[in-house]
Nanobody, 125 residues
Framework: QVQLVESGGGSVQAGGSLRLSCAAF????????MGWFRQAPGKEREGVAA???????IYADSVKGRFTISRDNAKNTLYLQMNGLKPEDTAVYYC???????????????????WGQGTQVTVSS
């Protein structure tokens, strides 16, 4: 059974940093595109970043230059390093797995099959 477990959320002040992790269980993690999404209260879930099986990355314009997605295939773990956090980054962050090795722009929910339970990130001004 496929399971994605996020961790690393928390509360920080604007300008601070957080590193999210997503541990994957039950499937061949290294073969597939992985993504991070976020959902703020009252808003739709949006794609933040994605990384394919070769390590190629894509980012939403809103986080480009501040967030870095990476993966450790030996540990079956996905990461999101978030620097220069802003209050508008406040949201529940989800990791997701696609069943293809390549990632497509834009990063949209329908291309991803498995989802984690989410981790809260709160940025105060």
């Amino acid at each position: 059974q496929v399971q994605l477990v996020e961790s690393g959320g928390g509360s920080v002040q604007a300008g601070g940093s957080l590193r999210l992790s997503c541990a994957a269980f039950g499937y061949s993690f290294s073969y597939y595109c992985m993504g991070w999404f976020r959902q703020a209260p009252g808003k739709e879930r949006e794609g933040v970043a994605a990384i394919d099986s070769d390590g190629n990355t894509i980012y939403a314009d809103s986080v480009k230059g501040r967030f870095t997605i990476s993966r450790d295939n030996a540990k079956n773990t996905l990461y999101l390093q978030m620097n220069g956090l802003k209050p508008e980054d406040t949201a529940v962050y989800y990791c997701a797995a696609a069943l293809v090795g390549y990632c497509i722009r834009p990063i949209i929910m329908t291309r991803y099959t498995y989802w984690g339970q989410g981790t809260q990130v709160t940025v105060s001004s």
